[in-house]
C-alpha cells in the first residue's frame, strides 16, 4: 500500500514555523554561505577539522594527515589563509597554521 507522504488535513503550527523563520533568517544564512565558500573543496574542510582537533599543526603535519605532498598542502594553507580561516606564526624553520575565523570555530563547536 502507498503510505501518504502529505497530511491529510490542513494545521499549521506556528510556534514550530516561527522557529524555523528564525532560523533561517537571511543574516544567519549568509554567514553558512560565507562558511562553506571558504572551506568548499575536501581538503580545506579536513585542513579545519584537523586544526579544530589539535589547535595548531605544522605544515608538515597537515600533509601527513591529508596523505598529500607538503607543496599541495602549502598551496591550500595559502587559500584558507587568503580567505582569513587561518593564520599562522613561525617557530624557528616552522611554520605552523591555527584558525583565526571566530565563526568557523563556533560554528563546528556547536555541531
Known amino acids: 500500500m502507498n503510505k501518504s507522504i502529505t497530511c491529510d488535513i ?19 544564512s549568509q554567514r553558512l554561505l560565507n562558511i562553506f565558500q571558504k572551506i568548499c573543496d575536501e581538503k580545506k574542510l579536513k585542513i579545519v577539522l584537523s586544526l579544530l582537533s589539535e589547535k595548531e599543526l605544522c605544515v608538515c603535519d597537515i600533509a601527513i594527515i591529508l596523505d598529500m605532498s607538503v607543496a599541495s598542502t602549502s598551496h591550500h594553507l595559502r587559500l584558507l589563509y587568503k580567505n582569513d580561516v587561518l593564520d599562522f606564526y613561525k617557530n624557528g624553520k616552522m611554520v605552523y597554521y591555527f584558525i583565526k575565523d571566530e565563526e568557523i570555530k563556533l560554528f563546528f563547536s556547536n555541531n
Open 10 to 28: 490542513v494545521c499549521v503550527h506556528e510556534d514550530k514555523v516561527d522557529k524555523a523563520l528564525d532560523f533561517l533568517k537571511i543574516e544567519k
